[in-house]
């Protein structure tokens, strides 16, 4: 039956549609902890879809389903396209977002190792986290299981135990991507302006670029190989030691589009121009993409859908489902723009 059926729901209908007992089905409504999260979670959205009524004749309020959701840098267009999927998911479904800061005991460093960040957001009611590019510990990990706090990470720095839900793209083939480009427009140094060196998605970029170069038969040239931050002012200084060499690279494939506008910027100072002594490639393909100029040509990943795929397997790990992987990659595809070119006449630069 529907909440829209002319027939009264009783409690012993929601028992039922929830797989559980009446005398359960009356504890989560009547709010008794003795229940465990995934069984209340299954009662409460029975709840909702009946519209159930108790016998008083006054609709009872369900309890508004919370999560939480960090980020090491909310200032970024890549953490409010992410921010945008996930909202959006949670109106879907019901669901309210808490946004905020990865917390430190200082106020400067990464996550907290205690425990007490994930009892204090149990005890908020908060039935689930997600956490936006940041460095997990394993003690970390350990505390929101141990406090029944499902965790799902999207575009891990790092994995600290397999079992860690992940949601992130296809970083690999964007990078090959990329670099293919940039090889069939004729160029051959290429070089890699990445991000921090340990992130498992920019590990990710650096070998499908090392891939493309590879299978054309192109060396790679340890001194084309930079490691920033993902971050303009980390563009900004590996572009500039990059088109300072004696040898400088006629291409550059930049591991996030906030690095390749400091590659821009680099090349700029340098009485250089984009794409005609110059070709950068970006990855992400954010606002900064088009707002460029010349428009950047990136890598695309799906931001909002990944949001979107993070919220609900979220969901799907409160209500205590199985899922069919700890990790899930969605496509990137290359956006071409104006600041690509072919190699020009070397002579003539």
């Not at 720095?157 to 990329?178: D, F, I, K, Q, Y």
């Not at 070089?191 to 998605?201: E, H, R, V």
Request: overall charge negative; aromatic content about 4%.
């Amino acid at each position: 039956m529907s909440a829209g059926s002319s027939k009264r729901a009783t409690l012993a209908m929601v028992a039922d549609a929830a797989g559980v007992s009446l005398p359960t089905a009356s504890k989560v409504l009547n709010g008794r902890g003795d229940v465990s999260d995934a069984t209340r979670a299954k009662v409460e959205e029975a709840l909702r879809q009946f519209g159930y009524v108790p016998q008083t004749g006054r609709r009872l309020p369900v309890p508004t389903r919370v999560v939480d959701l960090v980020f090491d840098d909310l200032r970024s267009p890549y953490a409010l396209e992410i921010l945008r999927g996930i909202t959006e998911a949670g109106a879907e479904t019901g669901v309210d977002v808490v946004v905020g800061r990865v917390p430190a005991p200082d106020g400067s460093g990464p996550l907290t190792p205690e425990d007490s960040w994930a009892q204090r957001l149990k005890s908020s009611g908060r039935e689930g986290l997600i956490v936006v590019t940041s460095v997990l510990s394993l003690a970390q990990v350990e505390g929101f299981a141990k406090a029944g706090l499902p965790l799902v990470v999207i575009d891990p720095l790092n994995m600290p135990r397999v079992e860690v839900t992940s949601v992130g793209a296809t970083n690999w083939s964007g990078g090959m991507a990329a670099a293919e480009h940039l090889l069939s427009l004729g160029h051959r140094r290429i070089a890699f302006a990445g991000g921090t060196q340990t992130a498992s998605c920019n590990q990710a970029r650096l070998h499908g670029y090392r891939a493309a170069l590879e299978s054309a038969g192109v060396g790679t040239d340890p001194d084309l190989v930079l490691h920033g931050d993902f971050q303009y002012d980390a563009g900004l200084e590996m572009g500039t030691r990059l088109l300072s060499l004696a040898e400088p690279p006629t291409a550059v494939f930049a591991a996030s589009d906030a690095t390749a506008l400091g590659v821009l910027e680099a090349a700029r100072r340098r009485g250089l121009r984009v794409p005609e002594d110059l070709s950068v490639v970006g990855f992400d393909d954010t606002v900064l993409a088009e707002l460029a100029t010349p428009g950047l040509t990136t890598v695309r990943q799906p931001l909002q859908d990944m949001g979107r795929v993070a919220l609900r397997t979220l969901l799907r790990l409160i209500a205590g489902e199985t899922l069919d992987s700890h990790h899930v990659e969605l496509a990137t595809n290359l956006v071409v723009r104006g600041s690509t070119a072919p190699l020009a006449d070397q002579g003539a630069r």
